[in-house]
């Protein structure tokens, strides 16, 4: 991906574990800028639903990637009504099932799938920056590997217990120490992951969610995106 250019739209790209706030506040930031939005998880969601549908087995890496280019994924960047659709079905409620995000990492993992996810996802953003005010996009490579390039880079964190606080009462689930678990079994796939860890770059922001409310994140963040504007 090139560098950015004054004439095109921003790119904020936004990198971090599951419940450090990266959704929340990648959708407030877009509609604080009249930004499209891109959530490049629920793309990988939506090819583990795929194959999980097909019945298959997403430990097989081969198997996988024979059929990675198969499935038609439509990503919907609005900030207010993000969609996600396989084939032209809506698929964004099955993506958040259990099955869906106990498999993923699996799916993430398999170099031909972030190959063609990337891909898609860099062409999505190319759109954006031509037709509109820029792109928020947010992920665990977007730093990385998406849009390296990009003038605003952060990586959010959050404790532990703030991340299965969030993502308990996201799923509403009560039983928070399993999802505490969970979630530190997902860190541990994606950061170790050969292609494509989740990891923060030296020339990303850290910013530790825990204490701060949406409000103050979404306002941090667009303060740094100004700031880039004006340079």
């Known amino acids: ?15 971090g574990p599951s419940g450090s706030g990266k959704s929340s506040t990648s959708r407030g ?8 939005y891109l959530d490049t998880g629920a793309m990988y969601r939506a090819l583990t639903w795929w194959m999980l549908s097909q019945g298959v087995n997403v430990n097989d890496a081969d198997a996988v990637t024979a059929l990675v280019d198969t499935p038609v994924i439509t990503m919907g960047t609005d900030p207010d009504a993000p969609s996600v659709a396989v084939d032209g079905r809506d698929v964004a409620a099955e993506i958040r099932g259990r099955e ?5 990492s699996a799916v993430s993992a398999v170099p031909a799938a972030r190959e063609r996810l ?4 860099r062409e999505i953003i190319a759109a954006a920056r031509a037709e509109s005010a820029g792109i928020v996009v947010e992920g665990r490579d977007i730093t990385t590997v998406v849009a390296p390039d990009a003038p605003v880079k952060l990586f959010l964190t959050a404790s532990p217990e703030a991340r ?21 079994r997902r860190d541990a796939l994606d950061s170790s992951r050969a292609h494509s860890p989740l990891r923060q770059t030296e020339d990303a922001t850290e910013l ?24």
């Open 164 to 184: 299965a606080q969030r993502r308990s009462k996201e799923v509403r689930s009560a039983d928070v120490a399993a999802t505490q678990a969970d979630l530190a």
């Open 208 to 231: 530790d969610t825990s204490g701060l409310t949406l409000d103050e994140v979404v306002a941090l963040v667009v303060k740094l995106a100004d700031e880039a504007r004006d340079h």
């Open 1 to 15: 991906m090139s560098a950015q250019d004054s004439t095109e739209g921003i790119v904020i790209a936004i990198d």
């Open 29 to 36: 930031v877009a509609r604080a800028r009249e930004l499209r």
């Open 100 to 104: 869906v995000t106990t498999n993923v």
């Open 118 to 121: 990337v891909r898609t996802q």
